[in-house]
C-alpha cells in the first residue's frame, strides 16, 4: 500500500499539472528567499560604464550561483530588458517560473533539447538590445567548466560576456551536480563583477576554446576576491 502511494505521488508530481504547481511554490519560495538577502557589491563600475555607453552585455556566472543572480536579474532589469536561458527539464520549469515573475525573458532550451532553436532566439533578444544572463557551465555541467556555446553566442552577436562572482555570509550547500548555493533567510550577500570580455567574429576555434578557459579563470579569481563564501568545493 505503502509503495502503491508513493508511486501515485510520484506519477502526480511528474505529471504536466503537478509541475506547474510544484514550480509555482518553488518559484514563490525563491522569490521571496532572494529578497530577503542584503546584497553589498564590489567593482560594480565596471558594470555601470556599459550602462553609461549604452552598451548591452551579457551576465556571465556560475550555475551555483543563481538564486542571487535572479536576485539581482530581478533588479537589473529596471535598467534593461534581460534574456536568460533555462533548461527543457522539470527542474528548469521551477527555475523559469520564478526567472519570469520576476520579469525576465526566459528562452527555454539546452544542447540536447531544440538547442540550436532557443540558441537563435537568445541571439535575437541580445542583437535586439536586451542583455542577457547565463550560467556559463549550466545546465548540466560538468560544474565550472565554461561551456563553448556561451563564448560561441557572445561572438555571434558581439556582445560582451561580464564574469560575476556571487556569495553569501551564512548558506546551504546542496548535493546537485552544481553544488547549488541557498542562502540563509537575511543574510548578508556580495556580488563582484569583473572586466567585461569581447570575443572578435574572426576568432579561431583554437582562440575560442582559449577563451573559454580564460573565462572561467576569471570567474574563479573573483570568488577568491569574495569577502566570504569563496571557498571552491
Known sequence: MAKRKKSLFRKV?????????TSKFMSGGIKWLSGTLKVDWIDREIM????????????GYWHSDLILATRIGSEEVKRRPIAVMASPSRDGAMIAENMASQGLVVVRGSSGRDGANAFRHFAKHLREGMNGSMAVDGPKGPREEVKVGAIRLAQMTQ???VPFALGYKKRWMTRSWDHLRIPHPYTQATAI??????FPRDMSTEEIEQGTKEFGRALMELRRRLPYDNILE
Request: glycine fraction near 6%; include cysteine.
Open 13 to 21: 508530481r511528474r505529471s504536466e499539472w503537478g509541475t506547474r504547481i
Open 48 to 59: 555601470e560604464d556599459l550602462y553609461a555607453r549604452d552598451q548591452n552585455f551579457i551576465f
Open 159 to 161: 556582445t560582451p560576456v
Open 193 to 198: 563583477c569583473g572586466e567585461p570580455f569581447f
